[in-house]
C-alpha cells in the first residue's frame, strides 16, 4: 500500500480526487498542517467473509432444532409479526 504525505490546504482543494485514489488505489494519505502530522485517510481494511461455495457445508453444520424449539421458534416469529404496525399511508407523512 503506497503512502503519499500531503497538506490539509491540498486535501480541501482536491477532496475528491483524493478519496478515489485511497479507495481505487489503496493509497493511505498522512495529512500534515504545518511541520505536525494531524490525520490519516486510508482505505478500510478488507473485509473477508466466508466463501459463499461452503455456504451449504455451514449450514449443514449448524445445529438441529428439536421439534418442541422448531415450534417455539415459529411461534415466536407469528407474536413477533403481530407487534409489527403497519401505516397504511406509508407516503402520507
Not at 482536491?14 to 498542517?33: A, M, W
Not at 455451514?58 to 407469528?78: C, G, K, M, N, Y
Not at 413477533?80 to 407516503?91: H, R, Y
Amino acid at each position: 500500500m503506497q503512502t503519499r504525505s500531503i497538506t490539509a490546504a491540498f486535501l480541501a482543494q482536491n477532496f475528491s480526487e483524493l478519496l478515489n485514489q485511497v479507495r481505487y488505489q489503496h493509497v493511505t494519505l498522512e495529512v500534515t498542517r504545518g511541520n505536525d502530522l494531524v490525520a490519516y485517510v486510508s482505505p478500510p481494511p478488507r473485509v473477508t467473509g466466508y466463501p459463499i461455495a461452503q455456504l451449504d457445508r455451514l449450514i449443514s453444520e449448524l445445529p438441529r432444532l428439536s421439534d418442541d424449539e422448531a415450534a417455539q421458534f415459529l411461534a415466536d416469529i407469528h407474536e413477533a409479526g403481530t407487534m409489527q404496525s403497519v401505516d397504511p399511508d406509508a407516503w402520507g407523512s
